[in-house]
């Protein structure tokens, strides 16, 4: 059975870059069919997919956050990963790695990690 680990830093400044990684296990990032989402949810707020990649390696970005969101994998260490610019306090979440057989999973479709909060402040 697959699992997903997120990981990364719980604090992070205003201005600077997020970098969170996604580890599976029991699966590779290289199986058909499959995407590889980061999804998030402020405080008190529903989820938000922020973008995904694919097994082939294409990338698919929220167009609201796509000039500020980066999504890369390294097959040699079956991770992904998760990089978003200029961070502000609103990006204040726990973010989530999720596979999933469709692009933009919902809560109840797919392997979910546990989360990671992350706090923009300084």
């Known amino acids: 059975q697959v699992q997903l680990q997120e990981s990364g830093p719980g604090l992070v400044k205003p201005s600077q870059t997020l970098s969170l990684f996604c580890t599976i296990s029991?699966?590779?990032?290289?199986?058909?069919?499959?995407?590889w989402s980061w999804i998030r949810q402020p405080p008190g707020k529903g989820l938000e997919w922020m973008g995904a990649?694919?097994?082939?390696?294409?990338?698919y970005y929220s167009p609201s956050l796509k000039s500020r969101t980066s999504i890369s994998r390294d097959t040699s260490k079956n991770q992904f990963t998760l990089q978003l610019s200029s961070v502000t306090p609103e990006d204040t979440a726990v973010y989530y790695c999720?596979?999933?057989?469709?692009?933009?999973?919902?809560?109840?479709?797919?392997?979910w990690g546990p989360g990671t909060q992350v706090t923009v402040s300084s």
């Open positions: 999720v596979r999933a057989l469709r692009l933009v999973p919902t809560k109840d479709s797919g392997s």
């Open positions: 990649i694919g097994n082939s390696g294409n990338t």
């Open positions: 029991g699966g590779s990032i290289t199986t058909n069919d499959y995407y």
